[in-house]
């Protein structure tokens, strides 16, 4: 299967803080890039889709001037938690697929964020 | 709102038994995906069925794709302790967005 390299695989932050993760596809071109939030023993929450070139789009409850996504090139997308919180602390997990006709999206390693 | 049903949420079996994970939905999926996902690591996908009726094997587990598209099973056989973690369906609609069921923690003791 398609290759997705997350970055950083963990971070720890102060409270305050904004923090950046990186999704990069790295032998596909990317059309979009999902982000998730997964929670101790449970299953993933979509955050947002992310398409090349255009504004994310967010879930219902997720905040956009906190959860920062871009998606600048066809190979990678960011999420920058802003003023992250302790509550913010959770694992990210990006995913990524070459387009709306391609049903198969290949997932990161994910990022454990941890906010102190 | 798209709910995808997974059951069981856990499962603790023998090596050697049998076992069937089930994600159902009252919502028409256009695909259907299952993952398998170690603890600290990012899903890892395993197989997508598309097709109404669709089975596909893999090794010891066989998936299948209900005629409606509206449910799938993972079926393992002989379960074994590399088996052991958390198996996620996800289901695409018409749309672009996948959403996944809860999760199957699934534990196979020697």
């Known amino acids: 299967g398609a290759v997705v390299s997350q970055h950083p695989s963990r971070v720890i932050c102060k409270s305050g803080t904004s923090v950046k993760i990186e999704c990069r596809s790295l032998?596909?071109?990317?059309?979009?890039m999902f982000w998730y939030r997964q929670f101790p023993k449970q299953s993933l929450m979509l955050m947002a889709t992310?398409?090349?070139?255009?504004?994310?789009?967010?879930e219902q409850g997720v905040e956009k001037d906190k959860f920062l996504i871009n998606h600048a090139s066809l190979t990678l997308s960011t999420l920058t938690v802003t003023s992250a919180h302790p509550e913010d602390s959770s694992f990210y997990i990006c995913?990524?697929?070459?387009?709306?006709?391609?049903?198969?999206?290949?997932f990161g390693q994910g990022t454990r964020l941890t906010v102190v | 709102t798209q709910l995808l049903e997974q059951s069981p949420q856990f499962l603790s079996i023998q090596e050697g038994e049998n076992l069937t994970v089930y994600c159902n939905s009252s919502?028409?999926?256009?695909?259907l995906q299952w993952y398998r996902q170690e603890p600290g690591e990012g899903p890892v996908l395993l197989v997508t069925?598309?097709?109404?009726?669709e089975v596909k094997k893999l090794k010891r587990l066989t998936f299948q794709f209900g005629d409606a598209r509206k449910d799938s099973s993972l079926h393992i056989t002989a379960a074994q302790p590399g088996d052991t973690g958390l198996y996620l369906c996800?289901?695409?609609?018409?749309?672009?967005?996948?959403?996944f069921g809860a999760g199957t923690r699934l534990f196979v003791k020697a």
């Open positions: 995913s990524a697929s070459q387009g709306q006709g391609v049903t198969e999206a290949f």
């Open positions: 032998d596909f071109q990317a059309t979009t």
């Open positions: 992310s398409n090349e070139g255009s504004k994310a789009t967010y």
């Open positions: 919502s028409v999926f256009s695909s």
């Open positions: 069925v598309v097709t109404g009726g």
């Open positions: 996800a289901g695409r609609s018409g749309g672009f967005k996948t959403i």
